[in-house]
């Protein structure tokens, strides 16, 4: 209760004086008028509101920061700290592994006393892009928020609800090999977004490096005959018919001896 006291205190003081200094070097003190009146409680509350959301978001990415959440990365968008961007990598174990699944959360002024939206862009398998997700600790159920949850708790309570398969609005029911198969289109998804290339750099290093070691796959496999490095499958293994000729084979002209000869392996 201080606190806020001491914060309204604050806004009060910056939002009704501006102190300006005149000719004889003196500060003098005037009232700012909005509109035909000098106050407006409404606007204050705003006010108050908004610099405690942004401070407390501040806060929060520092600690963000230093103590991330595992499979998660999140960032506010470089000129609007209400409006946060996050990356959930599907887990291990399941249709989600191997996806990398880019979002939004906005948050309201009024932030950590209401809520934010959430919502996908990456097709997932398990909620609609570009709708919000009805979460409990999202703005579809503001009686059940608490403002005591921050930035981490919200993400970590999105993975979990992504990897679950209980039904909620804005959900949708796909089979596991959709859900595979959109994680494994989502990399090349979201790097055609501009906020995600600008906000998370590294993942779209890790596609780029990804399309470098697919491309000379590809190349192999279309053109078997114009090259003499091994064959691979989609995962970068050996493929069956190239562990077979990689096996080792005995020299017979030479008596016998362990003698062996392997497949050129050039990469």
């Keep these: 209760m201080d606190q806020i006291l001491l914060l309204l205190s604050e806004v009060i003081r910056e939002f009704l004086f501006d102190r300006q200094q005149n000719s004889s070097g003196y500060l003098k ?17 705003l006010r108050m509101a908004e610099k405690a959301c942004v401070k407390r978001l501040q806060k929060e990415y520092r600690a963000l920061c230093k103590e991330p959440v595992s499979h998660v990365v999140a960032r506010p968008a470089p000129n609007d700290i209400l409006e946060w961007y996050y990356v959930l990598e599907g887990s291990e174990g399941t249709p989600f592994a191997g996806g990398y699944y880019y979002g939004k959360i906005k948050f309201p002024p009024e932030y950590p006393f209401k809520p934010p939206g959430i919502s996908m862009t990456t097709p997932n398998g ?11 600790m999202s703005d579809f159920h ?10 981490s708790s919200i993400l970590t309570g999105l993975l979990s609800f992504m990897m679950d398969s209980n039904p909620t609005t804005g959900s949708v029911t796909t089979t596991v090999t959709e859900k595979q198969k959109l994680a494994k289109a989502s990399l090349a998804f979201n790097c055609k977004k501009s906020t995600f290339r600008k906000l998370f750099p590294e ?14 796959v590809i190349d192999r496999v279309s053109n078997p005959a114009k090259n003499n490095g091994p064959l691979l499958d989609e995962n970068g ?9 990689m096996e080792p084979q005995k020299d017979v002209k030479r008596g016998g001896s362990n003698i062996f000869q392997l497949g050129c392996c050039c990469f």
């Design 142 to 151: 503001p009686e059940s928020w608490n403002p005591m949850w921050s930035v």
């Design 203 to 216: 993942y779209v290093e890790k596609y780029e490096q990804l399309l470098l070691f697919k491309q000379p």
């Design 126 to 136: 398990r909620f609609m892009t570009q709708k919000k997700i009805c979460l409990s």
């Design 237 to 245: 293994n050996p493929t069956r018919e190239e562990m077979n000729r």
């Design 29 to 45: 003190t005037k009232a700012i008028s909005l509109g035909s009146f000098p106050c407006n409680t409404t606007i204050l509350n």
